[in-house]
């Protein structure tokens, strides 16, 4: 014989606690990573609550790594979505300063670099895509200094 009665109160009690014991380490995780992103969108330059708004907060992140708006319907399309977002991801890091180490971390870890990201002493660089120069190739004669045929220095002035 069964005695386990699903409609007794200690039944109930049970699932309620269970439930929040699920619940509330993910409401404190969203926590977290909503503030980070959101430091991370200041310290780019755009306003932190651009993080919180669905599909407004994607066309923020493209203009922080320097990509072009319609990158979002590449989101849309299943498999290649996974492709661009973590080549976003790079992108941010990249954005940041960071290698693809961070951006390893950020993917598998973000709970833990997104945070670092947001309050770390990581400044923004600027969108590495246009750094790279998008799809033309960079001209290595731009630029560049010889490093055995520089000028001497300017000799002390005297006062």
Not at 30 to 51: R, T
Not at 106 to 132: D, M, R, T
Not at 150 to 157: A, V
Request: proline letters at 11%.
């Amino acid at each position: 014989m069964n005695n386990f009665d699903p409609n007794s109160a200690g039944a109930a009690a049970g699932i309620v606690a269970l439930i929040s014991a699920l619940i509330i380490p993910i409401i404190i995780v969203s926590v977290i990573m909503i503030v980070a992103h959101w430091k991370i969108y200041e310290k780019a330059g755009k306003p932190g609550w651009a993080a919180i708004i669905p599909i407004y907060n994607i066309i923020v992140l493209l203009e922080i790594i320097g990509k072009p708006i319609w990158w979002i319907f590449l989101l849309l399309v299943p498999c290649v979505n996974i492709f661009f977002a973590i080549w976003m991801t790079n992108l941010l890091s990249k954005s940041f300063g960071q290698s693809e180490g961070f951006t390893v971390g950020l993917l598998l870890l973000g709970v833990v670099f997104y945070p670092i990201l947001a309050f770390g002493n990581y400044q923004y660089l600027g969108p590495s895509a246009k750094e790279a120069g998008g799809l033309r190739p960079i001209d290595p004669s731009v630029g560049y200094k010889d490093p055995f045929n520089t000028p001497p220095p300017p000799p002390p002035s005297q006062v």
